[in-house]
């Protein structure tokens, strides 16, 4: 019988605002990590509130499940060797650090990274219409912008998307799994 080294998994969470890169990112990340040969899964925020999270409304309290409950996927596959690609708000800088403190516990690696887009710049994408439908008063609680943000204080990376392409932007987050010897 032969045994095989387990490759180390890893969380890499993109907090950000509506429109700051999260998805486009995650998934640049993610294609490239797959045609490398690594076990890869992008756990994308809104397709997991269709499911794992469907109920769930956009409270403090809501957000803070929604958080707990990717945290608790992410670190289960992080810690069984998969390199597990988070692009999901996480608002809240006490959820997040409980999803780090249950990676903590595990000796399982997490790493934050800030899709710093400044607010203007997310709301001239908007990609999903939500900055419209805010400023048309057709929806409140927007992250950001009638809603609490509160950035990461001590974040492994933070990325001005301003100021880069969604390849440059990747390649960070490639650079920083590499240092740490994940890829
Ligand atoms: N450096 C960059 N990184 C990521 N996205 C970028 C960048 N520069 C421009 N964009 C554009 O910004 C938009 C971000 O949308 P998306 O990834 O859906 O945001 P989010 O998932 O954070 O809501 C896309 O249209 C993308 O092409
Ligand atoms: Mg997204």
């Known amino acids: ?38 076990r890869v899964e992008v756990l994308d925020g809104d397709e997991i509130r269709r499911f794992l999270s469907a109920g769930l409304g956009f409270s403090r309290a809501d957000r803070n499940t929604n958080v707990q409950r990717i945290g608790l996927v992410s670190e289960v596959l992080a810690r069984n060797g998969v390199l597990s690609v988070v692009p999901v708000i996480a608002p809240y800088a006490d959820s997040r650090e409980a999803v ?47 809603d609490p943000y509160e950035p990461p204080t001590d974040p492994a990376l933070v990325l001005p998307t301003q100021d880069q392409t969604p390849r440059e932007s990747a390649a960070a987050v490639y650079a920083v799994l590499a240092e740490r010897g994940l890829v």
């Open 100 to 146: 780090r403190g249950r990676h903590e516990a595990s000796g399982t690696p997490y790493i934050e990274v800030h899709v710093a887009t400044p607010v203007e710049v997310c709301s001239e994408r908007d990609v999903k219409g939500l900055y419209a439908r805010q400023a048309a008063g057709r929806l409140t609680g927007l992250t950001g912008v009638d």
């Open 1 to 38: 019988m032969t045994t095989t080294a387990r490759a180390q998994g890893a969380t890499v969470w993109l907090t950000g605002l509506p429109s700051a890169g999260k998805t486009t990112i995650a998934r640049h990340l993610g294609d490239r990590l797959k045609a490398e040969g690594h």
